[in-house]
């Protein structure tokens, strides 16, 4: 079978034949073969391309006779790269071959729809085969309809309890607190957003509302709609909202204003935060750096202490900027400066007028100088803030 030339004198370099048996089948399948063993051979011997490649199939191609009839459409050359770079990106996560699974043509034009790994249809048909259980579409919704019932009576009495719990920890036993924030997020390609109350004393939940785009096309009025809900929710319920913290949203403001019985408050953590920003952000090489949290912990202190007035916690607020220039005629009573004769700044003295001006500036445009009767009442959302934080965390396994 094989014959070796052994003539050195010609200039072609030795070779030698093998001749096989076989129609163009065989010729095309023993080829895909010897690509397979290279490639195999290759991986063996190690190359510096540590990444996993897969065998390239043979390119020869014979049409066989019920080849013939195969449907044929044009391409545009873009369509072949963005085929490449399609298949590259799936090779790089799955193992399985991809397979053209629906071409639907238009004229001349043909769109396809690839696919790899089993399709669904030989999966459900294996795993039904083989006695194994699968989770078909049908049994989902089947689960999904007996499940939705008990967990929403579940939800029903959760809240129902809560709001007990809530109500029994006020001395009056008839309205409550209340704590909202809003996460906005994306369900199903449209914008919505879920409000949820927490209890201001047991932080349980009170109500938790989820304001959809077909509700609202206007995301930004959400979290006053879902707030909306809520208040009806539990005004159905017969209990009223004393006081409503939340995060200032202007709407939200309004709203509770408008209801002429609530009393709106916003967080104060994050109004000293935004404070606590405008100041490093004057303060650079200046007579402020040092001042930064001491200013922070006053204006904490000045919201605890202003026993619910709003004009003395804006001149608590105004006196800031007097105490570190030294000058501590109005500072509280019972602060160092005035308790202590020997008394020395332990902060750089504001000597320079600009600067004294600058952080007056901050401090007087900052949320809670200009409205303070949304601060007096110390109230935090840290707790619904963590609520939100977590259920983004469950969300992502939903
Ligand atoms: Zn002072």
Redesign the pocket.
Known sequence: MATEKQDSSRKRPPNFRIEIPGDETVKSRILEKLQRRNFWIKQQLGSDNTKELHPFPSTYSQTRRQDVDQGLFVTAAKSLDTYGELFEAHTSICNGKLKVLKRTMKGHVASVRLISGLLPVHYTRFVNGAGIGCITKERRSKFFRKYKEHAENESVQSVDNAINDEISSYDDLDDINIMTDARHGWRKNAKDTTVVALGEKTHKVMDCEHVTKSQDKVAQRHERLGTQKIYENLENKNVSIKIHAHDRNLAVNKFVRDTQFTVNQNDLWHAVKAVKKAVTKISKGEQLGDKVEPIATHINWAVRNCEQSSQKLKESLD?IV??YCNN?VN?HHS?R??VDSNYEPSRIVITNGKVRKMLESAIKSSTIYKYPQDYILAKDTFYVESFEHISRQKNLLW
């Open positions: 006196n007097e105490h501590h500072c602060s400066c005035k």
